[in-house]
T-cell receptor, first 115, second 109 residues
């Protein structure tokens, strides 16, 4: 298996622009997680899905952030409009059920810079 | 609430041992440990489950004290490849992990 795939790997955009991050989980995994990593706040869980259904989005910082999982093999995280404070590395991870008892496989991450 | 890790940083010579601690204020069902090298994604090391079961790495050991809501990761005879930032991830009665503050480990020859 190719592992978790994320695109783009790097994104540089200007404040106010829409940004869409993409993730393809490992085939057969039931859970998908979106994380954000910064020096100040560490590795934060934004939202997670189970069987394509959003379960907990309490970590999504603002209404500017939204995430979807239209099918088992694809998820997006959208920021609209983007702000400089959104600059971070965004990771997608997937795991088998039951999530707490199985390892999470992380994608390579998307480094987002908002100017 | 984010678990607290200690120490924040460790510097070792090859072959030395280290212990990294993770403490939570919430009752835990499991504790995960991950290592992240600079510029890379976190990589799974171990899971410790309530009740004593462990899954993961055969060269790194860990403990989980359910009553104290604490876990420790033991790195023995450290190698250069052990360098990186170690994160614990704690799970309560939901499916999500909350990752700790991180411990940066540097191993020198």
């Amino acid at each position: 298996d190719a592992g978790v795939i994320q695109s783009p790997r790097h994104e540089v955009t200007e404040m106010g622009q829409e940004v869409t991050l993409r993730c393809k989980p490992i085939s057969g995994h039931d859970y998908l997680f979106w994380y954000r990593q910064t020096m100040m706040r560490g590795l934060e869980l934004l939202i997670y899905f189970n069987n394509n259904v959003p379960i907990d989005d309490s970590g999504m910082p603002e209404d500017r952030f939204s995430a979807k999982m239209p099918n088992a093999s694809f998820s997006t995280l959208k920021i609209q409009p983007s702000e400089p404070r959104d600059s971070a590395v965004y990771f997608c991870a997937s795991s088998l059920a039951v999530a707490g008892y199985n390892e999470q496989f992380f994608g390579p991450g998307t480094r987002l810079t908002v100017l | 609430q984010q678990p607290v890790q200690s120490p924040q940083a460790v510097i070792l010579r090859e072959g030395e041992d280290a212990v990294i601690n993770c403490s939570s204020s919430k009752a835990l069902y499991s504790v995960h440990w991950y290592r992240q090298k600079h510029g890379e994604a976190p990589v799974f090391l171990m899971i410790l489950l309530k009740g004593g079961e462990q899954k993961g790495h055969d060269k790194i050991s860990a403990s989980f004290n359910e009553k104290k809501q604490q876990s420790s990761l033991y790195l023995t005879a450290s190698q250069l490849s052990y360098s990186g930032t170690y994160f614990c991830g704690t799970q309560d009665n939901t499916d999500k992990l909350i990752f700790g503050t991180g411990t940066r480990l540097q191993v020198f020859p």
